[in-house]
Nanobody, 123 residues
């Protein structure tokens, strides 16, 4: 059983920067691919970014590629999402998730989820 806890959300101005963190416990962190998803009010949960167990491969949604960077520190059991130049349309609750299928965009492929952290981007 893996427990995931996100942090770092808040209010940021468009064009600024923010880093989300997701701390894992209770499992073998470095055996899981890790991803970030987000869900805006009234919308389905959508894939944002994924990173392989070693950190050697990353994959991004088209909407964030070039602005967001996913990384992980297996020694700290933590995955990060560096968000540069956020836009108002990035406003959502951001979730981290752990799974076995690298790069999957489908929430059903992830066994473990955090509780989410709210990001609000002001224009």
């Amino acid at each position: 059983q893996v427990q995931l806890v996100e942090s770092g959300g808040g209010l940021v101005q468009a064009g600024g920067s923010l880093r989300l963190s997701c701390a894992a416990s209770g499992g073998t962190f470095n055996s899981y691919t890790m991803s970030w998803f987000r869900q805006a009010p009234g919308k389905e949960r959508e894939f944002v970014a994924a990173i392989s167990w070693s950190g050697g491969r990353t994959y991004y949604a088209d909407s964030v590629r070039g602005r967001f960077t996913i990384s992980r520190d297996n020694a700290k059991n933590t995955v990060y999402l560096q968000m540069n130049s956020p836009k108002p349309e990035d406003t959502a609750v951001y979730y981290c998730a752990a799974g076995r299928n690298y790069g999957s965009r489908w929430p059903a492929d992830y066994a473990y989820w955090g509780q989410g952290t709210q990001l609000t981007v002001s224009s």
